[in-house]
């Protein structure tokens, strides 16, 4: 039982995730909805989930390429309470890399309609 713990302790060791500007894909409940992206900085960890200060994304299908675009869902920045059970993946984001530049482009995007994401829940 004390090795278990031990594990599991170690699998949890994340404070060195704390102020990393990260990317966070949350688990879907429904293949049909779409796919939820937290993008922001982390400003508390602890064993039951992380707190990022950002925004909220989304990704719809592009009506005129069809290819899936990751847009905001509000204009400002809030604070989230993620839980670890929630977060499918989280990708850290490197000053100077690849994916830098597509979180800066993906924060210029225009931000979702209530239209739009009306007809996301629709289908």
């Known amino acids: 039982m ?8 170690e699998r949890m060791d994340t404070k060195g995730l704390l102020s990393q ?8 409940f429904h293949p049909q909805t779409p796919r939820e992206i937290i993008r922001g ?4 960890v602890d064993e039951a989930g992380v ?12 009506l ?4 899936s675009l990751e847009r905001p869902v509000e ?5 989230y309470w993620i839980p670890h059970s929630s977060i499918r993946y989280t990708e850290i ?3 100077g ?9 993906v924060q210029q995007r225009k931000v979702l309609t209530t239209q739009e994401l009306q007809r996301s829940t629709e289908t």
């Open 2 to 9: 004390a090795g278990f713990r031990r594990a599991a302790e």
């Open 21 to 28: 500007r990260v990317k966070i894909v949350l688990r879907r």
């Open 41 to 44: 900085i982390i400003t508390d």
């Open 51 to 62: 707190r990022v200060s950002g925004r909220r994304f989304q990704e719809h299908p592009d």
């Open 64 to 67: 005129e390429s069809g290819v």
């Open 75 to 79: 204009e400002d920045s809030t604070v």
């Open 93 to 95: 984001i490197v000053p």
């Open 97 to 105: 890399t690849p994916p830098e530049k597509v979180d800066n482009e």
